[in-house]
Nanobody, 124 residues
Framework: QLHLVESGGTSVQSGGSLRLSCKAFGYNLGYYAIGWFRQAPGKEREGVICSESTGGSVTYLDSVKDRFTISRDHAKMTVYLQMNSLKPEDTGVYYC?????????????????WGQGAQVTVSS
């Protein structure tokens, strides 16, 4: 069983940067596509960005393209979400998630393992 733990969530001012970490316990990250989803207050969960086990990445939200990037450190069993030029609309709980496939999916129901979530608050 894969266990995911997010960290790095905090409050930041608009225009600032933040890096979230997702550390995996249990299995080699190389077997999984790792995604980040977020849920804003009163809104549905949405897929943000995903790292494929083959090395590629997919950005699902147009609003974060050129601002958010995802990366992996296999030695540390950790996936990072680098968020730059943050906006108040980026506020929400960010979840790290994994699916036992090489490739990503924008559908959260296709992911098996979820972290507990990290709160990100961007103030104007």
């Amino acid at each position: 069983q894969l266990h995911l733990v997010e960290s790095g969530g905090t409050s930041v001012q608009s225009g600032g940067s933040l890096r979230l970490s997702c550390k995996a316990f249990g299995y080699n990250l190389g077997y999984y596509a790792i995604g980040w989803f977020r849920q804003a207050p009163g809104k549905e969960r949405e897929g943000v960005i995903c790292s494929e086990s083959t090395g590629g990445s997919v950005t699902y939200l147009d609003s974060v393209k050129d601002r958010f990037t995802i990366s992996r450190d296999h030695a540390k069993m950790t996936v990072y979400l680098q968020m730059n030029s943050l906006k108040p609309e980026d506020t929400g709980v960010y979840y790290c998630t994994a699916r036992g496939r090489y490739f990503c999916s924008p559908n959260g129901d296709e992911y098996t393992y979820w972290g507990q979530g990290a709160q990100v608050t961007v103030s104007s």
